[in-house]
Nanobody, 123 residues
Framework: QVQLVESGGGLVQPGGSLRLSCAAS????????MAWYRQAPGKQRELVAG???????NYADSVKGRFTISRDNAKNTGYLQMNSLKPEDTAVYYC?????????????????WGQGTQVTVSS
């Protein structure tokens, strides 16, 4: 029973910045990996950035150098700092978390998604 709540989306002008937050709650034993995906109108959902519990990160080529993914393990919260935003970044952004939860009789793996938050980059 792990839930993700996203926040921080909105309308920004090209070149602007935005920071998305993803707060996890529930019976969390561990968050092994957290990632941000996005889906633009008429396009497939794509991986934007990912981060492991140890801090290893990976980025899509289209956002490398502009976006930064991070996490605060004490707060069970992940972030996506988006700088130098472009109109092409316009999409619904989704947070994903994978890890282990405490359930009946032991531990179980989870793979959950946030509700999504709209990011619109336009002048």
């Amino acid at each position: 029973q792990v839930q993700l709540v996203e926040s921080g989306g909105g309308l920004v002008q090209p070149g602007g910045s935005l920071r998305l937050s993803c707060a996890a709650s529930g019976s969390i034993f561990s968050i092994n990996a957290m990632a941000w995906y996005r889906q633009a109108p008429g396009k497939q959902r794509e991986l934007v950035a990912g981060i492991t519990s140890g801090g290893s990160t990976n980025y899509a080529d289209s956002v490398k150098g502009r976006f930064t993914i991070s996490r605060d393990n004490a707060k069970n919260t992940g972030y996506l700092q988006m700088n130098s935003l472009k109109p092409e970044d316009t999409a619904v952004y989704y947070c994903n978390a994978q890890g282990a939860t405490v359930g009946k009789g032991g531990f179980y793996e989870y793979d959950v998604w946030g509700q999504g938050t709209q990011v619109t980059v336009s002048s």
